[in-house]
């Protein structure tokens, strides 16, 4: 089943082409990685896709309908983005901060149920911030909140999601743990993702697609395995790139 459609999408900013006529499916059970340099526009094209900012031409397709005519609470139901940055600036608990995600689900002045805090909780413990719940969000590390603004996403159960250098401030342990979950929702819930990431192995290692931006409007998509190449990721990243071969696939590793 296709989830997100973005069709022939031209997105700018500040005189920059981002993608020229993009034409992607985000299907059922896949998991996206975005790739490109810094700069290019990842993160622009990940608020247009969902519906935070419109496109110069072209329609996103949120569940075959259009994104920008549907109300915030019926996206908020559908799809879930995961901010580049995390700050928490207001007071709160962390299981608080948690049960934001379930207010899409909930009516007005509707408060939540004993179900809502055990989803709250199962997340939190997922993210290994068992413990934590009373504690207040600003006092958290950035690895901390980054990995609350993660549990806060589980609550919410979108049916896509959309994450913004999911691993950012995050430990090798908590990377691996951030990127064993999502592909847990993709293939036990089959949900799916879109990453935009900036280690190209988490991507060789988790991804089953990939979305490459050039910079002037070029993009390349495609299954992994046809794109996690040195002579594409060297397009990519103007550098050199040389491959290695590990006992779970092929790493890329920056060349001389």
Known sequence: MTALVCKSLDISIAGNTIC????????????????????????TLLKCMAGLMPPDAGNVYLANQSIEKLPRRAIARLLGMLQQHTVYVFDASVLETALTGRHPHLGHWQREGADDKRKALEAIKAVDLEGFEARSVTGLSGGEARRLAFASLLVQEPAVLL???????????????????????????????LAALHDVNLAARYCSHILMLFGNG??????????????????????????VQTSTGERFLAGG
Request: aromatic share 4%; hydrophobic share 35%; net charge negative.
């Open 20 to 43: 020229n006529n993009l034409d992607l499916k985000l299907e059922r059970g896949q998991f996206w990685g975005l790739l490109g340099p810094n700069g290019i526009g990842k993160t």
């Open 163 to 193: 994450l913004d250098e999911p691993t950012n401030h995050l430990d090798m342990k908590h990377q691996v743990r951030i990127m064993n979950r999502v592909e847990q929702q993709i293939n036990q819930q089959q949900h799916c993702a």
């Open 218 to 243: 070029l993009w390349q998509a495609g299954p992994v395995a046809e794109l996690l190449n040195p002579a594409t990721l060297e397009k990519l990243y103007q550098c050199p790139v040389e491959s």
